[in-house]
């Protein structure tokens, strides 16, 4: 992998929020096969609900759809569960994996009407198969260019009517005219705790894993808001009650797996916690660079600042400001430490404190 282009990511960890290989198949078997399976979310539930029975009434097919919201919260689980609500068939693929125009052209022109063309991380497409995608949006039509140099000739086809659906992890990285071409975009939020629980219990029972409430509960708390996290951690927790105890996912079976493979009791893991300890321990709570404080982690400083810190930031535990990063009473709480007197024991330094 090729850390200049891709953020560094967070795949191998028990609580990263991709996915790949094999785990892919493990998720496939949990997905919700339709609107009232899908948990929480209720917004765009309710809003997708209605756009696509209105297209239903209809007998056409229903607007483009852009889902956006952070990895593993249900974008690709959303544009299965879209095109199984209009009886269509769907065409998956990813802006990385087009690269040139003519790549799109292909995919485009084999769609037969009302099929549903799911086109993930769809802010890393290329940008001449962008503007191909604004007119096969908007009048379903692509330009086709046959041969090279002068003699070359746009040869417009018509296709089929289709439904896109886009989903990004950025929709701030869309540019106007894109965001722009879809009739509808749902936000995904982070899931609260009572509806990851509810996550853990559907697929507790579809693996066949007996599992009490507050087994649920304490997986759900330590999930960070995400069900492709709360479904892996049920999945280490289940072997963990079949080899140590008697193969029920009880609250305490939940906290002694978790206990083993270190996610503490609210989702933060290994690197997160040595993150917060340095913070802590060698920098009383910063305010520190970036920099030092990678160093003083042993990590890169993209891996800090890209991998451990959103979800520090998000839980209210570290915050950057513009002379580096301080630690929240929150944080000292959480590791069980007292903040030294006279620095950052409520709400961080006061402006001009750390000034010479
Ligand atoms: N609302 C939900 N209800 C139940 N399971 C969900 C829900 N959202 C996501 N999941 C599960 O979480 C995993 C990741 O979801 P996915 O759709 O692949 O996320 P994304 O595409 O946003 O990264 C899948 O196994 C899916 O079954
Ligand atoms: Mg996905």
Known sequence: ?????????????????TAEGEELAAEA?????????????????EQLDLVLRAARARGGTADHVLLSG?????KTTLSLIIAAEMGAPIRITSGPAIQHAGDLAAILSSLTEGEVLFLDEIHRMSRPAEEMLYMAMEDFRVDVIVGKGPGATAIPLELPPFTLVGATTRAGLLPPP?????????HMEFYAPAELERVIQRSARLLEVETTDGGAAEIAGRSRGTPRIANRLLRRVRDYAQVKGDGVVTREAASRALAVFEVDGRGLDRLDRSVLEALLKLFGGGPVG???LAVAVGEERETVEE??????????LLARTPRGRVATPAAWEHLGLRPPQGTAAVGGPPEGLFES
């Open 1 to 17: 992998m090729n850390w200049d282009e891709e953020p560094p990511q967070d795949t191998g960890r028990l609580v990263g929020a």
């Open 290 to 292: 970036l920099s030092t």
């Open 178 to 186: 894109l965001r722009d071409r879809f009739g509808f975009t749902g």
């Open 29 to 45: 078997a949990l997905r919700p096969k339709d609107l009232t399976e899908f948990v929480g979310q209720p917004k765009v539930r």
């Open 70 to 74: 952070a990895p593993g919260l249900g």
């Open 307 to 316: 991998v451990a810190e959103p979800f520090l930031v998000r839980e209210g």
